[in-house]
């Protein structure tokens, strides 16, 4: 048995990477958000929001619990951008300890279908988590799926829960932590993802970009951190906004530039409350022809 000495006793610890696989909108950057008590995971209506693999740690006396959450999965690969977040996604199950697979309370389609195929083959142990019960006008309502995906996958453990309410996510915690493997920490008790601070700043701009233009610009941005300097009690942040074309140039500057003002606005609140200091912030729109088609670009933009 792997022990943790402290210094009060020996204690022995748990510790493994759980996956968080679904396909869009069912609530996974959601679900990890709560599970840390904090901002990570960029979150949106629109459906593949989360471009990249984020992990995320969560530390509570002897359990480490290491999330990943993923890319939403799904049908269409026709584009290369959607076959690269597939990949992206399905690459996790073999490396985790255990899987969430998350289902919509209010719906089941055939992107659920596709992805119940694509973990058959899992041979990471499945916690079905069925999420989104706060929507049903009564608990009970949650009761016909949970007998359909018994019968459908009789040997699956199956919890109802609320990540945006935090229902019964004690619960779902202590069914990770027993399918742990003990063992040391891999991260220290105080860390939170293993992504750089560039990473989540990029991340919290392009969420405002997806949340304010997302019908106009579904998939056609992308953020990258040129300047992240901290001066005194001052972090200065300098970012440029790239968009495929100069017509969605304009669409993300705004008439007087007032668009842009409000994505640099909300982005800064949220980077001052992940990153606990004031933030100056500059934000440029510049053009990079026809990205999401570039498998060298995506990998840069994606990774």
């Known amino acids: 048995m792997a ?10 610890t748990r510790s493994g990477y759980v996956a968080i696989i679904g396909r869009p909108n069912v609530g996974k950057s ?7 008590g904090k901002k990570l995971s ?18 509570t006396g002897q359990s480490q619990l290491i999330f990943v959450d993923t890319p939403g999965l799904h049908i269409n690969e026709n584009k290369p951008m959607n076959k690269y977040l597939n990949k992206s996604a399905l690459s996790v199950l073999s490396e985790v300890d255990c899987v969430l697979w998350l289902l919509d309370a209010t719906q089941w389609n055939e992107n659920d279908e596709w992805v119940a195929q694509k973990l058959t083959h899992c041979k990471a142990e499945i916690l079905l988590v ?13 009761i016909p799926l949970v007998e359909a995906m018994s019968k459908k996958l009789p040997n ?18 202590q069914l ?10 891999y991260f220290g008790e105080d860390q939170v993802t293993d992504r750089p601070e560039v990473f989540v700043a990029a991340e919290f701009i392009r969420e405002k970009v997806v949340r304010f233009l997302g019908d106009e610009l579904p998939y056609a941005t992308m953020v990258s951190i040129k300047q992240f300097k901290r001066d005194g009690k001052l972090l200065r942040i300098e970012a440029i906004i790239w968009v495929e074309k100069d017509s969605q140039k304009g669409i993300v500057i705004g008439r007087n530039g007032e668009m842009l003002k409000k994505i640099g606005q ?25 990205w999401t088609e570039d498998e060298d670009l995506l990998r840069e933009a994606l990774t």
Do not use: C
């Open 3 to 12: 022990t943790r000495k402290t210094k009060k006793e020996n204690i022995s």
């Open 30 to 36: 959601t679900l990890l958000n709560s599970f840390l």
């Open 42 to 59: 960029i979150t949106s209506r629109k459906p593949q929001t989360t471009r990249h693999r984020i992990l995320g740690v969560k530390t």
């Open 130 to 142: 069925i999420n989104k019960i706060d929507k049903l006008e009564r608990a009970d309502d949650v």
């Open 156 to 173: 699956l453990v199956i919890i109802p829960v609320s990540a945006k309410k935090q229902f019964n996510l004690n619960r779902l915690q």
């Open 176 to 185: 990770i932590e027993e399918r742990l493997t003990q063992g040391p920490f």
């Open 266 to 290: 909300k982005s800064r609140l949220a980077m001052e409350k992940y990153f606990g200091q004031k933030i100056f912030l500059q934000t440029w729109v510049k053009v990079k022809d026809h």
